[in-house]
C-alpha cells in the first residue's frame, strides 16, 4: 500500500506560483501517480498523471525526483478558480491484477488569497 | 458530450428504508467505482466493477449492494443495514486498464430524516 502524505491546507495569493508536495516514501515500481482537484458538491476531476521527471500540460506541472518518494503538482499562476482540494494518489487498484487499494486521503485545501 | 451522470443530486432516507443511488456513463468504460465521502474527509471506496456482471468490495462495503447488468450503469443501494449512510457518493468509471485515470460524477447528497 502505497501511503500518500501531503499538507492539510496552503494559501496563496493570485498569480503566484502554488507547489504542492505529496511524499510516497513505498512507492511501487509500477506506481503511476495522478494528481485530481475537487470543488464543493463537485466530484473530483483528473488533472495530471506522471511516472517520472517531469509532465506539463495546459494546467499544471509534476514534478518527480529520480528516487520517486515524492511528486510536486505546479500550478502557475493561479487564480480565485483554483481554490479547490488537491488530492495525490499513487498506484492503482487494477496494478496487480487483484484488489490494491488506493486511497484519496484528505487531500490539500488550497485557498486562493485576492 | 461524454460523462457520468449521478441521480439524484439531492436524496432523503428514512430509518429503515433502502435506497438507490443512479449511476450512467457514456464513456464506453469498461470500469466503474462507487465511493463515499464524509465531510473534510477523502473518499472511500465501497465497490468497484471491472466488467459487466462483476463487481468486488471496496473498502466498506457493509451495508450497500450494486449490481452490473449492463456496461452503462452501476446503481448502488444504501440497506438499511448501513446505519450511517449520511454523506456524499461518487461514481466514477475508468478504461480499467492500469494507471487509468477515474471520471467521476458530481455526486449523490444522501441524508436521513
Known amino acids: 500500500l502505497a501511503k500518500t502524505t501531503q499538507p492539510i491546507s496552503m494559501d496563496s495569493y493570485e498569480g503566484q506560483e502554488v507547489n504542492i508536495t505529496c511524499s510516497h516514501n513505498?512507492?511501487?515500481?509500477?506506481?503511476?501517480i495522478t494528481w485530481y482537484q475537487q470543488f464543493p458538491s463537485q466530484g473530483p476531476r483528473f488533472i495530471i498523471q506522471?511516472?517520472?521527471t517531469k509532465v506539463t500540460n495546459e494546467v499544471a506541472s509534476l514534478f518527480i525526483p529520480a528516487d520517486r518518494k515524492s511528486s510536486t503538482l505546479s500550478l502557475p499562476r493561479v487564480s480565485l478558480s483554483d481554490t479547490a482540494v488537491y488530492y495525490c494518489?499513487?498506484?492503482?487498484?487494477?496494478?496487480?491484477?487483484?484488489?490494491?487499494?488506493?486511497?484519496f486521503g484528505t487531500g490539500t485545501k488550497l485557498q486562493v488569497i485576492p | 458530450d461524454g460523462g457520468i451522470t449521478q441521480s439524484p443530486k439531492y436524496l432523503f432516507r428514512k430509518e429503515g428504508q433502502n435506497v438507490t443511488l443512479s449511476c450512467e456513463q457514456n464513456?464506453?468504460?469498461?470500469?466503474m467505482y462507487w465511493y463515499r465521502q464524509d465531510p473534510g474527509q477523502g473518499l472511500r471506496l465501497i465497490y468497484y466493477?471491472?466488467?459487466?456482471?462483476?463487481?468486488q468490495k471496496g473498502d466498506i462495503a457493509e451495508g450497500y449492494s450494486v449490481s452490473r447488468e449492463k456496461k452503462e450503469s452501476f446503481p448502488l443501494t444504501v440497506t438499511s443495514a448501513q446505519k450511517n449512510p449520511t454523506a456524499f457518493y461518487l461514481c466514477?468509471?475508468?478504461?480499467?486498464?492500469?494507471?487509468?485515470?477515474?471520471?467521476f460524477g458530481d455526486g449523490t447528497r444522501l441524508s436521513i430524516l
Open positions: 466514477a468509471s475508468s478504461t480499467g486498464n492500469s494507471n487509468q485515470p477515474q471520471h
Open positions: 513505498n512507492i511501487a515500481t509500477n506506481d503511476y
Open positions: 506522471g511516472y517520472k
Open positions: 494518489l499513487v498506484g492503482d487498484i487494477f496494478n496487480s491484477g487483484g484488489y490494491q487499494k488506493v486511497t
Open positions: 464513456l464506453n468504460h469498461d470500469a
Open positions: 466493477s471491472q466488467i459487466v456482471n462483476d463487481f
